[in-house]
């Protein structure tokens, strides 16, 4: 299986009586102050061409070259830039699998601020170690504990200042940076397909399409393993899923999509795209053979959906957001030995 499935959705317009309002007053203004914000501290990526992609124009966006290895740079930056002395002098702390929390941690390392981490316990062994070097104190929770941080639980004892890594004003903002270059790069692009974790990458590349009058599809892009948005959509509102743990995929897969980001989901995003953890990993193996990239299974998501027949004969735009996958799992994504990134029940369905 190469494609799970794809779901074309109808924007919904966005009014003030659907649900949140956190980003309604966001100009095109703001995303160019961000830009600036991080300039000389996250890397401005460029738009690479994938030569294998014979039948379509694909270009596919690097952010795995960033510092920290992730786009999160960019909106931790933007959003630890607007914190006040006082909040700063509490600290920050935030919930995230890692690469938000590396973009958090850096950014408040520049200002001395101290960061706190909670991360899942399924969160990745090279993400943690490089959490520790850069000063941050990690805490591992249950995925619930996790969950419910990011749906708005302080966590006892916690006096610091939570930075949220998809529902947050400047995070969003942060990330609009990157669909800004995009259509900057390539202004005739039809369709960019965003791996989706928690809605805030996908979001702020939609504003951005907004402010800058670009006509592109907005595709999101998830694996089997856990399929929040694509059911979500389909049903009309927020459903629960299976959120399958996967060594290979661990910067996308909620179990569900944050009541804040939903209205803004469903009025800018015009499909999702869902691939077999099978299809993630030939992308991963893809990209570091024709590029000469690594990135993480989530960021290859973007990769694995672009090769659907729906993209055919289209000029395309794929965000690569990360790469920070353990060298173990990747050696054993390259010699195709699933036991080595695949959960033990996956495993089984391939027997």
């Known amino acids: 299986m190469s494609v799970s499935d794809i779901l074309h959705h109808s924007r919904k317009p966005l009014d003030?009586?659907?649900?949140?309002?956190y980003?309604?007053?966001?100009?095109?203004?703001d995303i160019e102050q961000a830009s600036e914000a991080i300039r000389g501290r996250a890397i401005r990526t460029p738009l690479l061409p994938y030569a294998e992609a014979t039948d379509r124009s694909l270009f596919l966006k690097p952010?795995?070259?960033?510092?920290?290895?992730?786009f999160k740079i960019r909106c931790a930056l933007n959003a630890v830039s607007k914190l006040t002395p006082t909040e700063l002098s509490r600290g920050v702390y935030?919930?995230?699998?890692?690469?938000?929390?590396?973009?958090v941690a850096e950014a408040a390392r520049e200002r001395g601020a101290k960061a706190s981490v909670y991360v899942t316990e399924t969160a990745s062994s090279s993400k943690i170690e490089a959490l520790g070097k850069l000063g941050a104190k990690v805490l591992r929770v249950s995925y619930p504990e996790w969950w419910a941080i990011l749906c708005g639980d302080t966590p006892d004892a916690e006096t610091g200042t939570f930075l949220h890594p998809c529902a947050c004003r400047d995070v969003v903002v942060g990330n609009a940076t990157i669909g800004r270059e995009i259509l900057e790069d390539l202004p005739d692009v039809e369709a960019i397909l965003v791996p989706f974790g928690g809605g805030g990458l996908i979001t702020g590349i939609a504003l951005a399409c907004s402010h800058w009058g670009?006509?592109?599809?907005?595709?999101?892009?998830?694996?089997e393993a856990a399929t929040p948005l694509y059911s979500s959509l389909a049903a009309g509102k927020p459903v629960e899923v299976p959120a399958e743990s996967s060594p290979m995929v661990t910067g996308i897969g909620v179990s569900t999509v944050l009541d804040a980001n939903w209205p803004y989901l469903d009025a800018f995003v015009d499909g999702v795209v869902v691939s077999s953890l099978d299809a993630t990993a030939e992308a991963i193996r893809s990209l570091a053979k024709s590029n000469?990239?690594?990135?993480?299974?989530?960021?290859a998501a973007a990769l694995a959906a672009a090769r659907h027949p729906f993209f055919t004969g289209k000029r395309i735009a794929g965000v690569l957001t990360g790469g920070g996958i353990d060298m173990q799992v990747f050696a054993s994504v390259l010699t195709g030995d699933r036991s080595g990134y695949l959960a033990p029940a996956r495993l089984r369905d391939y027997e």
């Open 214 to 223: 670009a006509r592109a599809k907005i595709y999101a892009c998830e694996t």
């Open 94 to 103: 935030t919930a995230s699998t890692g690469n938000f929390a590396l973009g």
């Open 63 to 70: 952010e795995n070259l960033q510092p920290r290895g992730s």
């Open 16 to 21: 003030g009586g659907n649900g949140s309002a």
């Open 292 to 299: 000469h990239l690594v990135v993480e299974g989530a960021g």
């Open 23 to 29: 980003l309604t007053d966001v100009s095109r203004l």
